[in-house]
């Protein structure tokens, strides 16, 4: 997660006109970790220290295969 905070800061002209916003993914092995997106930045807090706007919960390994782009999403868990 922290690898991708710091490709979107380093380059964020995707996110610049998004508006603030939490993601909050909920890892069996690991416990809830908040991406925050604010002022054009992004950054990885463990924990809910915000109101998520939208909550995953997934394994640590169906995370990295989402991060990855290699998560089926068609198929059932």
Same mark, same amino acid.
């Given at each position: 997660? &922290?690898? +991708?905070?710091?490709?979107? &800061?380093?380059?964020?002209?995707?996110?610049? &006109?998004?508006? &603030?916003?939490?993601?909050?993914?909920?890892?069996?092995?690991?416990?809830?970790?908040?991406? +925050?997106?604010?002022?054009?930045?992004?950054e990885v807090v463990k924990g809910t220290?915000?109101?998520?706007?939208?909550?995953?919960? +997934?394994?640590?390994?169906?995370?990295?295969?989402?991060?990855?782009?290699?998560?089926?999403t068609a198929m059932p868990s």
């Amino acid at each position: 997660m &922290n690898e +991708l905070a710091e490709k979107i &800061n380093d380059n964020p002209e995707h996110i610049q &006109n998004e508006k &603030n916003r939490v993601y909050q993914f909920n890892i069996d092995e690991i416990g809830p970790v908040q991406l +925050l997106i604010k002022d054009g930045q992004v950054e990885v807090v463990k924990g809910t220290s915000q109101d998520p706007e939208v909550t995953l919960k +997934l394994s640590e390994g169906k995370l990295s295969k989402l991060l990855k782009d290699d998560l089926n999403t068609a198929m059932p868990s």
